[in-house]
């Protein structure tokens, strides 16, 4: 089980509104935030999560451009949550990588929607109950 996860992106502001708007739809908010000043000019850090424990990380590049392209796939109570999940990506300015619905493929009840932040990650939103 994984505590805790980051990637980097090259727009640290552009991707918190990003992900500050699809991750609220899976009641996921920032939770802690440490500039490059805070840091010692190490990186400027922004962790998503609930009460007080974030777990998804994102944070700044120092050369400007991001390595590989991750995959990233946050757990959703529901379809309906899913579905909740890509409106606010795209209206986020998220692309779309695949909308809302059954991949029966992976198993008959695997719901998900996938977009592509501003950077080009496959981010997921999935859930695993039978509606």
């Known amino acids: 089980m994984l505590d805790h996860i980051g990637i ?51 944070q700044k590049t120092k050369k400007g451009k991001t390595g590989s392209r991750s995959h990233i796939a946050f757990a959703a109570g529901n379809r309906k949550a899913v579905k909740s999940f890509y409106t606010a990506a795209i209206k986020a300015g998220g692309k779309d990588n695949g909308k809302p619905g059954l991949r029966a493929d992976y198993h008959p009840n695997y719901y998900a929607a996938f977009v592509r932040d501003p950077d080009g990650n496959n981010v997921e939103a999935v859930s695993h109950k039978p509606e």
Not at 31 to 52: D, N, W
């Open 8 to 58: 980097e992106v090259r727009n640290i502001a552009k991707s918190k509104a990003f992900y500050a708007k699809a991750l609220k739809a899976l009641g996921f908010t920032a939770q802690m935030e440490f500039t490059a000043k805070q840091t010692g000019g190490a990186g400027h850090y922004i962790g998503f999560g609930v009460k007080g424990m974030p777990f998804f990380w994102i």
